[in-house]
C-alpha cells in the first residue's frame, strides 16, 4: 500500500488546552450568511460538514468585536448579544461533534472597506492614524483615551468566545485591518507609545494579547494572524529584513501570543532575498513559537488569480509542502479554497487522489460571498 503523502500532518498536536488530532487547518474565509450578526444553522452545518471531513481545527470567517465600528456589513456575525452568542453555540457543538476544534477569528476592520460597507452608517471608520495607507486618509485616528475601550472589546469578543465552547481565538492582525494599521509604518504615524519604531508600533496589538489572557486564562490559546502584504499593495513588507521582523515578533510573543498564523499568498514563496525559508518558517524561528502556513495549497494561485475565467488549477505542491514540514518549517497547515470545494480533501490526498481533484472556480466564490 502506497504511503499517505501527507501522513506528518495527520499526526496530534498540543498546546495549552488545545489537542487536535491532526495538523490541518481550516483557514479563516469571509463570508456575508450571517443575516443581522447571527450565525444560523447554514453557519452550523457549514463548519461541520469540513470538520466531518477531518480538519483538527476550524478558524472561522472573521468575526466582528463589539465596538460601534469593528465593520458595517450586516451579514458578517457579532461576538456579541444573546442571539449571535446562542448561534456561535451551535456551531461549536456542531464542530466539536466531529471531534474537530474550533477557533473564533475576532475581526475590526479598521480603516479598510468592505462589500456592504459604511454607507449609511453612523459610525466612522477608526484606525491608528486615519490612514488607509501614505497619503491615504479616511476615517479617524483613535483618540489616546479611546484606545482603552478598545482594547476592551476585544478582550469582551474573547470572553464571549470562550463561554460559547471555543476553543482558541485568533487575533485578526493582517491585511491592513485594525490591529495591522497599527503595525505599518504606512498607516501609523502616531506620536505618543502606539507609534514609532517597528516595534513600540506592536504596543496596541500587544495590549489586546494582554487583555485578552487576562480575561480568559493561562491555558486558553491565543492565535495571531499578520501578513507581510498588504490588500492594496502585494510588494508591501512590514519586515525587510529577519532581523526586524525579529523585533516586531518579539513584543508579541512576550505579551501571550501562542502561535502565529503567517498569511502568505502562496506558501512557497521566499520571504526574504536571503535563503528559500518562507514567512512561516522565519516567524517560527526568530520566535520560537508554533506557526501556521497557508497560502494556495494545493493550487497554482492566490485567491484573486481565483477569479479569472480559467480559475485556480490544481497544483503539484503537496510534495513541496511536505518537504518544508518534515524540514521544520512550520507546525500546522491552514488549507482555504479547496476545502471549499472539497471538505474531504484530508481523505481524496491521504489516498494519493489530489492530482485529479477539480480545480476551483470563480463560481464557487458564491460558497463564501
Not at 52 to 74: N, S
Not at 76 to 84: C, N, T
Amino acid at each position: 500500500m502506497a504511503q499517505n503523502p501527507i501522513a506528518g500532518l495527520l499526526t496530534p498536536f498540543h498546546l495549552r488546552n488545545l489537542d487536535l488530532e491532526n495538523r490541518v487547518v481550516m483557514a479563516p474565509m469571509t463570508r456575508y450568511f450571517s443575516p443581522g450578526g447571527v450565525p444560523g444553522d447554514d453557519v452550523a452545518a457549514y463548519y461541520a460538514r469540513r470538520a466531518e471531513g477531518g480538519v483538527g481545527l476550524v478558524i472561522t470567517e472573521g468575526v466582528f468585536i463589539p465596538h460601534p465600528a469593528a465593520g458595517f456589513a450586516e451579514t458578517i456575525p457579532v461576538l456579541d448579544g444573546e442571539p449571535a452568542l446562542a448561534g456561535w453555540r451551535k456551531v461549536t457543538h456542531a464542530v466539536h461533534q466531529h471531534g474537530s476544534k474550533i477557533a473564533a477569528q475576532l475581526w475590526h476592520i479598521g480603516s479598510q472597506f468592505l462589500p456592504g460597507g459604511s454607507e449609511g452608517h453612523e459610525a466612522e471608520h477608526v484606525s491608528a492614524s486615519g490612514l488607509a495607507g501614505p497619503g491615504q486618509p479616511i476615517g479617524r485616528a483613535l483618540g489616546h483615551d479611546e484606545i482603552e475601550g478598545m482594547v476592551d472589546a476585544y478582550a469582551r469578543a474573547a470572553e464571549n468566545a470562550r463561554a460559547c465552547g471555543f476553543d482558541a481565538i485568533e487575533l485578526h492582525a493582517a491585511h491592513g485591518y485594525l490591529i495591522d494599521g497599527f503595525f505599518w509604518a504606512g498607516s501609523n504615524q502616531r506620536t505618543d507609545e502606539y507609534g514609532g519604531s517597528l516595534a513600540a508600533r506592536t504596543k496596541f496589538g500587544a495590549d489586546v494579547v494582554r487583555e485578552c489572557r487576562a480575561r480568559c486564562g493561562p491555558d486558553f490559546p491565543i492565535i495571531m494572524r499578520y501578513s507581510q502584504w498588504k490588500n492594496a499593495d502585494y510588494d508591501a513588507r512590514l519586515a525587510e529584513t529577519p532581523q526586524e521582523l525579529e523585533a516586531f515578533l518579539g513584543p508579541l510573543v512576550d505579551a501571550g501570543v501562542d502561535v502565529f498564523d503567517c498569511s502568505t499568498r502562496c506558501f512557497w514563496e521566499p520571504a526574504f532575498a536571503e535563503g528559500e525559508m518562507g514567512l512561516a518558517g522565519w516567524t517560527k524561528k526568530l520566535s520560537g513559537k508554533p506557526v501556521i502556513t497557508v497560502g494556495s495549497v494545493g493550487l497554482t494561485t492566490d485567491l484573486f488569480g481565483s477569479l479569472g475565467d480559467d480559475g485556480a488549477k490544481v497544483a503539484a505542491n503537496i510534495a513541496q509542502l511536505m518537504a518544508m514540514f518534515e524540514r521544520g518549517d512550520f507546525d500546522l497547515v491552514a488549507i482555504g479554497r479547496m476545502l471549499i470545494t472539497h471538505p474531504d480533501w484530508i481523505a481524496k490526498v491521504s489516498q494519493g487522489e489530489h492530482d485529479s481533484l477539480a480545480p476551483f472556480s470563480k463560481d464557487q466564490l458564491e460558497t463564501l460571498y
